[in-house]
C-alpha cells in the first residue's frame, strides 16, 4: 500500500466514525422546530411540506390522564428502516415533545412521560427511509394541568 | 439516574429512569426557577449508537425513557447519557441482565 493510499483510507475512516457514534442533535439542527407554537407548524419546520398519511403508527396513552406532569405516552410502529420519530401536542405552549433518531434495525417502541397542560391532542410521525411520513392523533383528557398550568 | 437492561427473547428492553426537574421555560417563569431540561439522551450498547432522542422542556420531571433494541446479549454493557440545556451530562452504564 503507498502512502497516498494509506493517507485516504486514514481520511474515509475518520469521516465514518462520528456519524456512526454521534447523535444527531434536533435542537441545534432544527431550532425552528422548537420554537413552533402550533402542530403544523412544528411539522413543517421538521419535514417540510411533504404529505402526511395516518396510517401504520399507534400511540398508547390514557384516555383520561389526572396528572397532566406526567402522561405516559408509548409510540409503535413497525415501519422498517425508519429514520425519526417526532411526537408532538397542542395543549403546551410550544408543539413539539421530542424526537428520536431510529437507530440502524432499530425498534420502535419508545416509552416516555411528558407534560400537557390541558386536554389536547398527540401527534406522533414517524419517517420512513424514503421520506414518508405516517402519522397517529390521539386526544387525551387531562384533569390537572402540568407544565406549571 | 438509575438503568435497567433485560434480556427477553432476542429484544432488550431498557428502561432509563434521570433524575433531572425538566423545568420548561413558562414553568420557570412561574415557578421563579430558571428553565433547564433535558436536551439530549443517548444510549450505547457495544459502540452503537441504540437509541437517540432530542428532547423539550414539554417531558416530565424525572423522565422515563423506555426503549427495546435487538443485537446485544448478557452481561453487555448499555450506557445511557443525557445532556441538559445547561450542558450538563450524566452517564451511567449497566450489563444487561
Same mark, same amino acid.
Not at chain 1, 414518508?132 to 386526544?139: C, Q, T
Not at chain 2, 445532556?83 to 449497566?94: F, N, Q
Given at each position: 500500500?503507498?502512502?497516498?493510499?494509506?493517507?485516504?483510507?486514514? &481520511?474515509?475512516?475518520?469521516?465514518?466514525?462520528?456519524?456512526?457514534?454521534?447523535?444527531?442533535?434536533? @435542537? /441545534?439542527?432544527?431550532?425552528?422546530?422548537?420554537?413552533? #407554537?402550533?402542530?403544523?407548524?412544528?411539522?413543517?419546520?421538521?419535514?417540510?411540506?411533504?404529505?402526511?398519511?395516518?396510517?401504520?403508527?399507534?400511540?398508547?396513552?390514557?384516555?383520561?390522564?389526572?396528572?397532566?406532569?406526567?402522561?405516559?405516552?408509548? +409510540?409503535? !410502529?413497525?415501519?422498517?428502516?425508519?429514520?425519526? +420519530?417526532?411526537?408532538?401536542?397542542?395543549?403546551?405552549? @410550544?408543539?413539539?415533545?421530542?424526537?428520536? /433518531?431510529?437507530?440502524?434495525?432499530?425498534?420502535?417502541?419508545?416509552?416516555?412521560?411528558?407534560?400537557? @397542560?390541558? /386536554?389536547?391532542?398527540? %401527534?406522533?410521525? +414517524? #419517517?420512513?427511509?424514503?421520506?414518508? &411520513?405516517?402519522?397517529?392523533?390521539?386526544?387525551?383528557?387531562?384533569?390537572?394541568?402540568?407544565?406549571?398550568? | 439516574?438509575?438503568?435497567?437492561?433485560?434480556?427477553?427473547?432476542?429484544?432488550?428492553?431498557?428502561?432509563?429512569?434521570?433524575?433531572?426537574?425538566?423545568?420548561?421555560?413558562?414553568?420557570?417563569?412561574?415557578?421563579?426557577?430558571?428553565?433547564?431540561?433535558? %436536551? !439530549?439522551? +443517548?444510549?450505547?450498547?457495544?459502540?452503537?449508537?441504540?437509541?437517540? &432522542?432530542?428532547?423539550?422542556?414539554?417531558? !416530565?420531571?424525572?423522565? &422515563?425513557?423506555?426503549?427495546?433494541?435487538?443485537?446485544?446479549?448478557?452481561?453487555?454493557?448499555?450506557?445511557?447519557?443525557?445532556?441538559?440545556?445547561?450542558?450538563? %451530562? #450524566?452517564?451511567?452504564?449497566?450489563?444487561?441482565?
Amino acid at each position: 500500500m503507498n502512502r497516498r493510499k494509506f493517507l485516504g483510507l486514514g &481520511l474515509a475512516a475518520a469521516a465514518l466514525v462520528p456519524a456512526a457514534l454521534n447523535a444527531t442533535d434536533f @435542537r /441545534t439542527e432544527k431550532p425552528d422546530m422548537w420554537k413552533a #407554537e402550533k402542530m403544523e407548524d412544528a411539522i413543517k419546520a421538521i419535514y417540510g411540506d411533504a404529505k402526511v398519511t395516518e396510517d401504520k403508527v399507534s400511540i398508547k396513552a390514557p384516555k383520561l390522564a389526572e396528572n397532566g406532569g406526567a402522561i405516559p405516552v408509548f +409510540v409503535k !410502529s413497525d415501519i422498517e428502516g425508519a429514520k425519526t +420519530v417526532a411526537l408532538f401536542q397542542d395543549a403546551n405552549p @410550544r408543539s413539539a415533545v421530542a424526537v428520536w /433518531t431510529v437507530p440502524e434495525n432499530g425498534i420502535i417502541d419508545y416509552g416516555i412521560k411528558i407534560k400537557m @397542560r390541558k /386536554t389536547g391532542k398527540l %401527534t406522533a410521525i +414517524v #419517517e420512513d427511509k424514503d421520506g414518508n &411520513l405516517f402519522s397517529k392523533v390521539l386526544p387525551v383528557e387531562v384533569s390537572i394541568g402540568g407544565c406549571g398550568g | 439516574m438509575k438503568v435497567k437492561a433485560k434480556l427477553k427473547g432476542d429484544v432488550i428492553k431498557v428502561k432509563v429512569l434521570a433524575k433531572h426537574a425538566n423545568v420548561g421555560p413558562e414553568e420557570g417563569e412561574k415557578k421563579k426557577v430558571e428553565a433547564n431540561f433535558i %436536551t !439530549s439522551v +443517548v444510549a450505547k450498547c457495544n459502540d452503537k449508537v441504540v437509541y437517540e &432522542l432530542s428532547g423539550s422542556g414539554f417531558i !416530565s420531571k424525572n423522565p &422515563l425513557f423506555k426503549f427495546q433494541f435487538k443485537g446485544a446479549k448478557k452481561g453487555d454493557k448499555v450506557e445511557v447519557t443525557w445532556t441538559d440545556l445547561k450542558g450538563k %451530562t #450524566e452517564t451511567k452504564a449497566k450489563a444487561i441482565k
